[in-house]
């Protein structure tokens, strides 16, 4: 009666996020799009420059966002996948003076790897647990990435120095508006892909596994094979925005990858809305321009700003920008009847 | 042979601090089935306290007793305000709400004491224990403390009734709630306690890390480490746990040329993984069966 009853009365890791309250309608996602075009062309290049870095932490962001609010599991991770991704391309373009653009589907490729191998041992843990096993990764990047062994190709605790490219066929544009079109043609590019696969017979095997891990079985679902996918995908995802954040920043160095990466990128899914793939670039802008926010504020309390903030989303708007552009809709369907 | 020896000592001596973060994240989630990942913080926030006391002239035991009784009280103030109101939500919120808790103590106790590392006195001294030079008294006391610690749970969980009540609110709720148990106030009791024994290991750690605001970081990861490779479910298992890392560490390091201090998150990493890989259950864990 025991073992029956524990199952039955246990809490969701994550809550069941419908699979078509997780995009954008049409209309909606053709005005984002227009305003991401259109806004680089009137502001001044440290604001472009920004916004690439907001395209890029979105893209990890929702990376996470695949494997927690589709699969339901945790990773506080994200931060090493981020850097194994970052390294690879930074590696290829200084040491093997390969093209920026080919780097990146390597970066993914590599990163995919290393996430599905690390699914391995996390299939054992479940819930706290998992996200303190990817607590550890995420702690010991950058150390790995310091050793001495590896030195000759990671330049150790001094990092790598990455040029910018400029844009390419002549074209009269400043190298971060290049990198900004480049980096949303990629944005884009992932996001449909993530819609698409969300939507497939994986997608479905995801969300089966997070809403009943045992019906999931039963309907002949592969736990196992699926749950480390979800983790090569979203990590194969993160390495590819890790990769450009390397070319947008043009620096890699460990102590640019630590744990504070990988939390914040937790946070952003969950002020973004966990399961609401749109979500993850209002979370991204959260984790850009808060903390600048909360250093106004008060310079030594950033850290305390920022988690109380977070308390405040978690108890107001728990649904995080989800919930707020439901509300958002509602209200405009009320005012439209009137 | 005197080399091995000698390095197992040492070994066990700094497994002493792993054994009591270990003990502490193992007998939480038995006892309210949730880990605190701001456990670690909350400890280092208490030790600051006891710091602060000492500072103003309180005698080492006196500002022992107040940190603990602080702490106590502490973490039934922060379940009652922040997670009671969690309890029904999905376990990401509550993960989020950890995450919040850490940055928000870390950054106040940066705050407060700043970030300047601070010797951390220790009431055995830290002459050589039985003539070993390995092994100090204040390790030898550290050891002791966590053997006491864990005697004393076992006893308080076995005998009392506050400890079964503890344990029937966290292994079946419902039932526990039909035999006229508070639950909910079990719960704030485990938080307490957890914050408590915290609070005891970050003053039995500071004399050898010293004290500032990150202490804690590699010693929650090498607990963490300790309490899978000694089994999640048992307490017992944590503490040998916490001694075998320690003795591990300490092996690696002597006997594998190259791996230095540089590599002590890795190798705690690696430990989880390999562990999770060929022996999920620990060392002294029980298997976890579900019904299907």
């Not at chain 1, 073992?3 to 039955?8: L, N, T």
Request: charged share 10%.
């Amino acid at each position: 009666m025991s073992a029956a009853e524990e199952i039955v009365t246990e809490a969701a890791a994550v809550e069941a996020v419908p699979k078509r309250a997780m995009t954008l309608g049409y209309g909606t996602s053709l005005v984002v799009l227009a305003a991401l075009i259109l806004i680089p062309l009137f502001v001044k290049n440290f604001i472009i420059f920004q916004m690439t870095m907001l395209l890029i932490y979105a893209l990890a962001v929702m990376a996470l966002n695949i494997l927690t609010g589709g699969s339901g599991q945790f990773s506080l991770g994200q931060s090493a996948f981020y850097a194994v991704g970052a390294y690879t391309s930074a590696i290829l373009m200084e040491h093997a003076g390969m093209n920026y653009a080919l780097t990146l589907p390597i970066a993914g490729i590599v990163c995919f790897g290393f996430g599905f191998l690390f699914g391995q041992p996390a299939l054992r843990l479940s819930g706290v647990y998992l996200a303190l096993a990817t607590f550890a990764l995420a702690t010991a990047m950058p150390q790995l990435l310091k050793l001495g062994y590896f030195e000759h190709w990671t330049g150790g605790v001094q990092g790598l120095v990455v040029t910018k490219p400029d844009a390419p066929f002549g074209l009269p544009m400043s190298q971060d508006m290049w990198l900004y079109y480049f980096t949303l043609a990629v944005s884009i590019g992932i996001y449909i892909a993530s819609v698409n696969l969300l939507r497939s017979r994986s997608g479905r095997a995801f969300m089966a596994i997070r809403d009943n891990e045992i019906a999931a079985s039963a309907m002949g679902v592969d736990v196992a094979l699926y749950k480390t996918l979800a983790f090569g995908v979203s990590a194969g995802i993160t390495g590819v925005a890790g990769g450009l954040g390397a070319i947008a920043v043009q620096f890699v160095a460990p102590d640019g990858y630590t744990i504070q990466l990988a939390i914040s990128l937790f946070l952003g899914m969950v002020v973004g809305g966990v399961g609401w793939l749109p979500g993850s670039i209002v979370g991204s802008a959260f984790i850009i321009f808060v903390p600048n926010i909360a250093e106004g504020i008060s310079k030594g309390l950033s850290g305390a700003v920022f988690g109380v903030l977070l308390f405040l989303v978690i108890f107001l708007v728990p649904h995080g920008a989800r919930q707020v552009a439901i509300v958002a809709q509602q209200l405009a369907a009320k005012l439209k009847k009137n | 042979m005197e080399l091995f020896a000698n390095q197992v000592l040492a070994g066990i001596a700094t497994g002493a601090i792993y054994a009591c973060m270990a003990l502490a994240v193992v007998m939480i989630y038995q006892a309210i089935d949730h880990l605190n990942f701001a456990q670690g913080e909350m400890a280092m926030f208490s030790t600051f306290v006891s710091w602060q006391l000492m500072q103003w002239g309180v005698p080492y035991w006196g500002a022992f007793v107040l940190t603990v009784a602080f702490s106590f009280a502490a973490g039934i103030i922060i379940e009652r305000l922040l997670f009671k109101p969690l309890a029904k939500a999905p376990i990401l919120t509550n993960v989020a709400g950890f995450i919040a808790l850490y940055a928000i103590i870390n950054s106040v106790a940066g705050l407060i004491w700043d970030f300047t590392i601070k010797q951390y006195p220790t009431p055995f001294g830290s002459s050589p224990f039985l003539g070993s030079q390995l092994i100090s008294t204040h390790q030898a006391g550290m050891i002791g403390i966590t053997l006491l610690m864990l005697l004393l749970l076992f006893f308080f969980f076995r005998f009392t009734r506050v400890g079964l009540a503890m344990r029937a609110a966290a292994s079946l709720p419902e039932s526990a709630r039909l035999v006229g148990i508070n639950t909910s106030w079990m719960i704030a009791l485990g938080w307490g306690m957890a914050s408590a024994i915290g609070s005891i290991a970050g003053m039995m750690i500071a004399p050898v890390v010293f004290l500032e605001p990150n202490m804690m970081l590699g010693v929650l990861i090498y607990g963490f480490a300790a309490a899978v490779l000694g089994g999640l479910t048992s307490p017992f298992g944590a503490v040998m746990g916490g001694f075998l890392v320690g003795i591990f560490e300490n092996l690696v390091g002597t006997y594998i040329p190259g791996v230095g201090n540089e590599l002590k998150l890795p190798i705690a990493l690696a430990l989880i993984i390999v562990v999770l890989v060929v022996k999920p259950a620990g060392l002294f864990g029980r298997a976890i069966v579900k019904r299907v």
